[in-house]
């Protein structure tokens, strides 16, 4: 077989594309697999959705606060992806036989479980053309209103996530609107996270020619995973669809119906780089 072209990298765009820092929640729920099935059909005909315990599909959901450093500046961007963990379909014979915890974790080398992406919504314009036309991403404007664990902020392991709908104006700026979208709620104050070596994540995406495309991402450290499957944590997230009659809300109760558990939760923050400390009072001579 004669070698297979890289897709083309538009302008202005580079890769890679380097993060600045990363700040990242993400929500896991084992679901009926038919309903994946179908979705994945509809908008990723050349993938399969992988199984876990009981033959299940892996639903993900998860946020991403990142900052960039570009020749002209600096740029903050936040977005939400709906996925479905996924392989190629004519890969399947070099799978390996996982569980959920297995794959959380990060025992799949093979890097052929990735995340297709079903919706994503960004608040920046730019990050939404260069996932269009990069990545085959299916990403839309949106903008977010958040409560996150911080070092400058109070103490806790609580994620809030309020994704609410936008548009683009024609001078490429965000036109946000009122109309809310989703909520996510995610608690895992007083839980321990286990180290989750995960990365390259793949990402895949169809073209606008239907070809499939999968494109990784590193992530320098480990992300910390957080096992919720016991019953007592039934209540440590919460995901309400405000727009149940859009198509990305549409798409989440097709999948997620009310009351359905979540497997687990995965975390990723930068570290901090400098830190600008308290001001003391330092000595001074006499006044005159």
């Not at 990545?135 to 809030?160: C, D, M, Q, R």
């Not at 009122?178 to 996510?184: S, T």
Request: charged letters at 20%.
């Amino acid at each position: 077989m004669s070698p297979v072209p890289l897709p083309p990298v538009a302008e202005p765009f580079q890769l890679p594309f380097h993060y600045g820092a990363l700040h990242q929640v993400g929500v896991d729920w084992l679901v009926d697999p038919e309903p994946v099935h179908r979705l994945l059909d509809k908008y990723h005909p050349d993938l399969t959705a992988a199984t876990f315990d009981d033959g299940r599909a892996l639903v993900s959901l998860n946020y991403q606060l990142y900052f960039a450093q570009y020749a002209f500046g600096g740029g903050v961007t936040q977005e939400i992806e709906f996925n479905v963990i996924a392989f190629p379909t004519a890969d399947a014979h070099r799978l390996p036989r996982l569980a959920y915890a297995e794959y959380a974790r990060g025992w799949d080398q093979t890097k052929l479980l990735g995340i297709a992406r079903l919706h994503v919504v960004c608040d920046n314009p730019f990050a939404i053309r260069a996932g269009r036309e990069l990545y085959a991403e299916p990403k839309h404007p949106g903008w977010f209103e958040v409560g996150l664990p911080s070092l400058n902020g109070p103490a806790g392991e609580t994620w809030t996530v309020r994704c609410k709908a936008a548009g683009v104006a024609p001078d490429d700026t965000l036109e946000k609107a009122p109309d809310p979208l989703l909520d996510l709620t995610v608690r895992l104050d007083g839980l321990s996270a286990v180290p989750a070596c995960s990365a390259p994540v793949t990402g895949y995406g169809t073209d606008r020619e239907g070809r499939l495309l999968a494109g990784p991402m590193n992530v320098y450290q480990p992300y910390g995973w957080y096992d919720l499957t016991a019953p007592e944590h039934s209540g440590r997230t919460r995901l309400e669809v405000r727009a149940p009659d859009g198509e990305l809300g549409r798409d989440v109760r097709s999948l997620l119906p009310d009351g359905t558990p979540a497997a687990g939760a995965w975390t990723y923050q930068s570290p901090p780089v400098a830190a600008h400390h308290r001001p003391y009072y330092p000595t001074v001579g006499p006044r005159s």
